[in-house]
């Protein structure tokens, strides 16, 4: 498989002096084509700078970060951001979705500039990914009328938009109950089945399980690597066992 992305030895802080904390702490790490991964670690661990430093959305003290052949501390904030926009989707723990627009326009807003596609198309994009997602008939509901896995839906619709090579999920599901995080699940695995290489920062041993390639992250670092075959839902609560012990073994 082709390398997306590789991290060197990368280091980040935060504080100064003796408050100074390392949240990265000489990372390394690659992600490939249609990989589909999740880091895990306690609060602090680190897995949310390292996907902030993966992504180019924070910036490294130290080592580097390679996206395509392109070094990502080599380009402009510009550039970082159109690579962003058209190389990669992000779906958060809570959707920044704007309230004064309705959801389709929500879905579309993103994705409107520096697009080629006409206004037409863009809107044909995001209609077809809310039908693919379930969420066609919101269209017009503003975003206080959906329910919290509805407006993550539109968020990974909104992810989409560009046809990205990867996504990244900060605790996707997070905030939401059980049958709305297992539905929200099946459509990263969809994604992923699709050819699109997904990355998730989880706490949680039900997401990871459904995930191929898991990091454990520890005190700025990756400390141990699981490697699972292909989801199958007849195998969850071993693949589950399999994490938790891993995760008692390590002392997370």
Do not use: W
């Amino acid at each position: 498989m082709k390398k997306i992305i590789v991290g060197e030895n990368m280091e980040k802080a935060f504080g100064e002096d003796a408050e100074k904390v390392k949240v990265l702490n000489g990372v390394s790490i690659e992600i490939y084509e249609g990989e589909f991964v999740s880091v895990m670690g306690p609060s602090g661990s680190g897995k949310s700078s390292l996907m902030f430093a993966l992504s180019g959305m924070d910036s490294i003290d130290g080592g580097k970060v390679v996206y395509g052949g392109k070094e990502l501390s080599g380009l402009k904030e510009n550039e970082l951001a159109d690579l962003r926009r058209s190389e990669m989707g992000f779906v958060f723990q809570q959707p920044t979705l704007l309230k004064n627009l309705n959801i389709l326009d929500n879905i579309i807003l993103p994705s409107v500039r520096g697009n080629r596609r006409k206004g037409t198309k863009i809107t044909e994009k995001a209609k077809a990914l809310m039908q693919k997602t379930s969420i066609s008939e919101l269209e017009t509901r503003g975003i206080t009328q959906v329910s919290g896995g509805q407006l993550q839906r539109a968020g990974i619709c909104r992810a989409l938009m560009n046809d990205p090579k990867i996504i990244f999920g900060d605790e996707p599901t997070g905030a939401l109950n059980s049958k709305s995080a297992n539905e929200i699940m099946d459509i990263f695995s969809e994604i992923n089945t699709d050819g699109t290489a997904v990355m998730l920062v989880t706490h949680d041993a039900k997401v990871a399980a459904r995930t191929e390639r898991i990091m454990f992250m520890l005190d700025g670092k990756i400390v141990s690597e699981m490697r699972l075959p292909k989801y199958d839902r007849t195998d969850v609560d071993v693949r589950i066992k399999k994490i938790t012990e891993k995760m008692r073994e390590i002392g997370i």
